[in-house]
């Protein structure tokens, strides 16, 4: 028997990119998993939203910057 199960994945906030694209895996059963791979993939989350390594970078007060993209 095949039965749908749910599943979690993180994607950026900013520009649309899913981990799961660049990962073994392309989601978790648990969403506490998939965001702990994100954040240990170099992704950010701030105030509850996630953005992938090309979506920011720090200035000179190692202050994250969000780089304006447009979501896919």
């Known amino acids: ?3 749908p199960v749910k ?9 649309g990119e899913n981990i799961g694209a660049s ?4 989601c978790w ?4 998993y998939a965001e702990e791979n994100a954040i240990e ?21 190692d202050e994250l910057v969000i780089i304006k993209k447009s979501a896919v």
């Open 1 to 3: 028997m095949i039965q």
């Open 7 to 15: 599943m979690y994945t993180v994607v950026c906030d900013n520009c």
């Open 23 to 26: 990962q073994d895996y392309s």
């Open 29 to 32: 059963a648990d969403d506490s």
């Open 41 to 61: 993939s170099d992704w950010e989350k701030i105030n509850g939203k996630h953005y992938c390594p090309a979506c920011f970078k720090r200035n000179d007060k």
